[in-house]
């Protein structure tokens, strides 16, 4: 599922027109998952695949909001109301995903006010019964706040007069503690930028690392802040830093593809290293950087092969799985 999802976000990026016309089959994937019960739903990674799908909206984002995929976009929204609706009691398992859904329904509001908002109101009650029954959702009730979002009974009682003056309101409409989901700046992450390029010893920089691997589990985006210093750690000698740098990296480009070609230079790098171990470290990162970075693959593989060939290393297995996944991406 993590190839697919790598090869799908990279696709929404480099082509989005590519998977939009294929977001009718998007939506019926979602269908007939949300019957299991909560402990089957997680360990059959339901969840992680939903999550996967409504990551790939938000980089389809304007496109996805056109009027021409109103229907398959509704249909995946409506899945995910679904999932919310059906394991609402587990709300905690699905702050996550709620909270994306969330900065998702207001991208939309602000993208085409009357369409997300028609939407709302068709299945505003399973919204609001979350936002009642579970306090802690703060960004669930600030968006239904915002919208002031009136029950299904009630939208059915309204005239037709009503519904066009709705219409009419519906791109002036209100939306609550919007700084809820304001990107965070690089003010706010310059005592984390301070502390990595001032780390001395391998503690302290392990320690940064780490916090910043947990900061960006939640939020992915602030590792665009630290790409440079994520380069740096690349080749550093020692095994644990390099290793964590290359996963905060991967996960850098895993959640913006289009940055993929950035760290083009480092990675070439790292495979001419003369350290063994970071050469090694490198090789084994290559399928999935290979698969994010796809429009420079020849130039990777080739310098896979060149190093196998010259530093008299087997590089048969990591350039196999590389046209692995190329393949099964170009095959989707």
């Known amino acids: 599922m993590s190839d697919a999802n790598m090869a799908c976000r990279k696709l929404a990026v480099a082509h989005p027109i590519l998977l939009l016309r ?62 919310l609706q059906n394991y609402r009691k587990f709300s905690r398992h699905l702050a996550a995903f709620l909270n994306k859904f969330v900065q998702f329904i207001h991208k939309y509001i602000t993208s085409d006010a009357q369409a997300a908002v ?49 219409e009419t309101a519906a791109g002036s409409l209100p939306l609550v503690s919007v700084s809820l989901f304001s990107p965070l700046t690089a003010a706010e992450m310059a005592p984390y930028l301070k502390r990595i390029s001032r ?34 750690l690349m080749n ?21 593809p289009s940055i993929a070609a950035d760290f083009l230079p480092t990675f070439m790098y790292c495979l001419g290293s003369r350290d063994f171990e970071v050469v090694q470290t490198a090789l084994r990162n290559l399928p999935d950087y290979t698969l994010l970075c796809q429009e420079h693959a020849a130039v ?15 590089t048969s297995s990591q350039i196999s799985e590389a046209l692995k996944v190329l393949r099964m991406e170009a095959l989707m």
């Not at 294929?22 to 019926?28: G, S």
């Not at 790939?56 to 929204?77: K, M, R, T, Y």
């Open 236 to 256: 550093s000698s020692e095994e644990t830093c390099r290793n964590l740098a290359f996963s905060l990296a991967l996960r850098s480009i895993q959640n913006n």
């Open 199 to 232: 780390g001395q010893t391998v503690e302290d920089i392990l320690e940064i690392l780490s916090d910043i691997d947990e900061m960006s589990k939640r939020r992915p985006e602030i590792l665009a802040f630290f790409s440079t210093d994520l380069q740096r």
């Open 22 to 83: 294929h977001l009718p089959m998007i939506a019926a994937l979602l269908h007939g998952r949300t019957h299991l019960n909560f402990q089957e739903f997680r360990q059959q990674n339901q969840l992680t695949f939903f999550m996967h799908v409504l990551g790939i909206l938000e980089l389809l984002q304007p496109q996805v909001f056109q009027s021409e995929h109103q229907g398959a976009l509704w249909d995946c929204l409506l899945s995910f109301i679904h999932l």
């Open 300 to 314: 990777l593989l080739h310098r896979a092969f060149l190093v196998g060939m010259y530093g008299h290393i087997d």
């Open 118 to 166: 028609s939407f709302l109101q068709k299945h505003a009650d399973p919204l609001h019964d979350l936002s009642s029954e579970n306090g802690d959702l703060v960004m669930l009730k600030s968006l239904m706040a915002g919208l002031s979002l009136p029950s299904s009974g009630g939208v059915l009682e309204r005239s037709s007069e009503e519904e066009k003056e709705d």
